[in-house]
Structure formats: C-alpha cells, structure tokens
C-alpha cells in the first residue's frame, strides 16, 4: 500500500526551508518508496485543501532557494481569520488529512508551529516537526535551520560598518533580529568585533553603554561598534514593563484593566522604537555622532549559506527515517553531527535563550565586550 506525507511550512520565512522540503522529499521518495504532498501557505493551506504535489521536478532546483516554494502564514488551526471572524478549524484540517490518506504531516516552522503542530497531534493526527527560525531559539535543539544564514548576514553588515564608523569617529548601532533571545546579536557582534552587546537576557544600564563608548576613546579609540538585538531591554524599560504587567494581572475593576492594558501597550510600542532612542541618548551622553542600522528582514532573504542547506537536508532526511519506522509526535532535533526525535511535549511552549554563564558570554567579556550591565 502507498504511503503518502504532506508538508507545510508555517511561521516567518526563513533561509533553509526549500532545502528541507527538499531533503524530506527526496529522502522520503527515493529511499521510502513515499508520495509526498505540500500545502499552501502554512497551516491555512491545510484548512483550505491547498496542495501541490512534491515530486523529482517540483523538488529539482530548490536547494538554493530562499524562502518557501509552499508559501507560509502564522496563522493557528485553533484561532484561523475566517470571514472575519476567527474560529477553531482544527475539525477540518483532520479531516482535509484524512481525505489525502496521509500517513504523517511535518511541519517546518519556529516556536509557535512547534505548538500548532502539538495541538493538531492532540487531535489525532500522526504530525513531525523540524526546527526552523534565524533567532536559534526553538527548545530541545541544538541549532535552528535559518540561524547560520542570519548570523552571516549579520556579520558581513557589521564587518561593513567599522570602515565607515572609523572614518567619521561615530557610534553605530546595528539592530538584528532577537525579539525574545538574543542568539544572533551575541553570535554577529562576536564575530563581527563589536565593543557592545546587547541582549534581552541581559538587561542593560544605559549610562554604562555609554561609559563603555568613553572608555573605548579615552583609550584612543575614535569610533563604537554596538550589536543590539530588537528585544533588548534597558533595566528602566523592563522594570516598566514588569510594573504594568503586574497592574493588569492584579487589576481589581475594569477600570484599571483598561488603565493597565494602555500602558502595557504604550510600553511596548516605546520598544519597538528603542534602538533609535538609544543612539540619541548615547550622542548626547558620549557627544559622539551616531548613526542607526536596522537589518530588519534582510536576515531571512536571499540564498541560504551552506550550513543551513546541510543541516536542513541531514533533518529532512532523518524526518522521512523516522516516519517509515513510525515515529510521530516529535521534533526532529539536531544533536551533534547526529538527529535526535524529541517529543513535542517537551519542545512546545518552551524557548532556548541564551544562558548568563554561555561561553559565548564568558569569551565576549574576557575580550572587553561590554553588555551594559
């Protein structure tokens, strides 16, 4: 009897996918004797019925490709827009399974498809996951497919930018991605020589930044190279944040409910635009002119790097493994050069951040990196 997968691919782009989608493919077909389908646009092609067939030609050429050939969304088999109203349509995604005779769905995508793809096992479906998103924080691996191609992007830009910074004796403030860890301004800003890092582990003093920036041109060192993830937080803001989160937990009426819900939101917006509010407050603190590099989504496009086509290949490859010795309801998780299956109950709703004791940490401020604390 035939055997048939399906694959979809949910969350934020990121580079590595169409190598996955190929490895499991490929692997699945050739080794498996395995029909493999794809749908459409995340989870929502699932709902839909949306579905390409992922053969030798559909798969051939891929390898190379940034983002998805299936297309994603981020949205949740439990909370889908449907004609503007948002409803369960977990029902109907196990039955569009049934319908195509699946015998397992991998689902390639970060933090919240490894929870969607939990809550569809939860529902009877035979479901695999790989761990894919260039912020490296998915839990119970040992590296995300996406993070090697970001972490080189980000380097390169912040390698690009000490020649400019040097010559206008200026600070330059380079925001990568992180909004929750902070893997890749730790990894980029020590590859690439940063004086600063910071992350959202480490809550930062902003006047120590700028002490660390003093100290730098005291030493004859006209020009700062600072990495800052996009969740960094200083200790003021994250005190405020913790301040209104605690209000709105305790609140005794609607009244302070909505109060509390507002200032959250105020908080929060405040930190979406930090990055640049830092640059001024250190100009003003360090009389240095600075200037402002956000990378924004350039850290998911273009061609993935050569680590991540192998990683993503040698998971896809154990993924259909595991599949043809029936095994479901995993994560398939890189450990060493090797894969291990780890239950989705041990990966859903947890995130790997960076540890205060990391060697990264210790090698960084052993070097004189700063990370304002």
């Given at each position: 009897m035939d055997r048939n997968i399906g694959i979809l691919t949910a969350g934020g782009d990121s580079p590595g996918l169409n190598a996955a989608i190929?490895?499991?493919?490929?692997a699945a077909?050739?080794?498996?004797?395995?029909n493999v389908i794809g749908f459409r646009d995340g989870f929502r092609g699932l709902m839909q019925n949306r579905t390409i067939r992922l053969d030798g030609s559909t798969l051939s050429g891929i390898l190379t490709a940034g983002g998805t050939i299936l297309g994603t969304s981020r949205d949740k088999p439990h909370k889908m827009p449907v004609g503007g109203r948002t409803m369960d349509m977990t029902d109907l995604m196990v039955e569009n399974y049934h319908?195509?005779?699946?015998?397992a769905l991998v689902c390639l995508g970060g933090g919240g498809t490894q929870k969607n793809a939990l809550h569809l096992a939860k529902a009877g479906l035979r479901v695999l996951t790989l761990p894919k998103t260039i912020d490296n924080d998915v839990a119970m691996t040992d590296v995300t497919f996406g993070y090697d191609t970001a972490l080189t992007i980000a380097t390169e830009t912040i390698d690009r930018l000490h020649s400019t910074a040097h010559s206008h004796h200026r600070i330059v403030v380079v925001e990568v991605m992180g909004h929750n860890a902070g893997w890749l301004a730790l990894g980029s800003g020590l590859a690439g020589g940063a004086d600063v890092i910071l992350i959202p582990e480490i809550r930062y003093d902003l006047e120590r930044v700028a002490q660390a920036v003093i100290e730098r041109r005291q030493a004859g060192s006209t020009f700062s190279i600072i990495a800052v993830s996009e969740g960094a937080l200083s200790r003021e803001q994250a005190d405020?944040?913790?301040k209104w989160k605690t209000r709105r937990k305790n609140a005794g009426n609607e009244y302070e409910l909505r109060k509390a819900t507002l200032k959250l939101e105020q908080a929060r917006q405040e930190q979406a635009e930090h990055t640049h509010r830092l640059a001024r407050k250190l100009e003003d603190l360090t009389r240095l002119e600075s200037?402002?590099?956000?990378l924004g989504h350039?850290?998911?496009g273009g061609v993935p790097s050569p680590g991540d086509r192998v990683?993503?290949?040698r998971l896809g490859s154990a993924c259909a493994r595991y599949i043809d010795e029936g095994i479901h309801g995993v994560m398939v998780a890189a450990r060493g050069e090797g894969t291990e299956p780890v239950p989705?109950?041990?990966?859903?709703?947890?995130?790997?951040?960076?540890p205060l004791d990391h060697p990264w940490v210790r090698s960084a401020r052993s070097l004189g990196i700063g990370f304002g604390d």
């Amino acid at each position: 009897m035939d055997r048939n997968i399906g694959i979809l691919t949910a969350g934020g782009d990121s580079p590595g996918l169409n190598a996955a989608i190929r490895g499991i493919g490929k692997a699945a077909h050739r080794t498996y004797g395995m029909n493999v389908i794809g749908f459409r646009d995340g989870f929502r092609g699932l709902m839909q019925n949306r579905t390409i067939r992922l053969d030798g030609s559909t798969l051939s050429g891929i390898l190379t490709a940034g983002g998805t050939i299936l297309g994603t969304s981020r949205d949740k088999p439990h909370k889908m827009p449907v004609g503007g109203r948002t409803m369960d349509m977990t029902d109907l995604m196990v039955e569009n399974y049934h319908a195509n005779h699946l015998d397992a769905l991998v689902c390639l995508g970060g933090g919240g498809t490894q929870k969607n793809a939990l809550h569809l096992a939860k529902a009877g479906l035979r479901v695999l996951t790989l761990p894919k998103t260039i912020d490296n924080d998915v839990a119970m691996t040992d590296v995300t497919f996406g993070y090697d191609t970001a972490l080189t992007i980000a380097t390169e830009t912040i390698d690009r930018l000490h020649s400019t910074a040097h010559s206008h004796h200026r600070i330059v403030v380079v925001e990568v991605m992180g909004h929750n860890a902070g893997w890749l301004a730790l990894g980029s800003g020590l590859a690439g020589g940063a004086d600063v890092i910071l992350i959202p582990e480490i809550r930062y003093d902003l006047e120590r930044v700028a002490q660390a920036v003093i100290e730098r041109r005291q030493a004859g060192s006209t020009f700062s190279i600072i990495a800052v993830s996009e969740g960094a937080l200083s200790r003021e803001q994250a005190d405020n944040l913790d301040k209104w989160k605690t209000r709105r937990k305790n609140a005794g009426n609607e009244y302070e409910l909505r109060k509390a819900t507002l200032k959250l939101e105020q908080a929060r917006q405040e930190q979406a635009e930090h990055t640049h509010r830092l640059a001024r407050k250190l100009e003003d603190l360090t009389r240095l002119e600075s200037r402002v590099t956000i990378l924004g989504h350039v850290q998911r496009g273009g061609v993935p790097s050569p680590g991540d086509r192998v990683l993503a290949t040698r998971l896809g490859s154990a993924c259909a493994r595991y599949i043809d010795e029936g095994i479901h309801g995993v994560m398939v998780a890189a450990r060493g050069e090797g894969t291990e299956p780890v239950p989705l109950e041990e990966v859903a709703g947890r995130r790997k951040t960076v540890p205060l004791d990391h060697p990264w940490v210790r090698s960084a401020r052993s070097l004189g990196i700063g990370f304002g604390d």
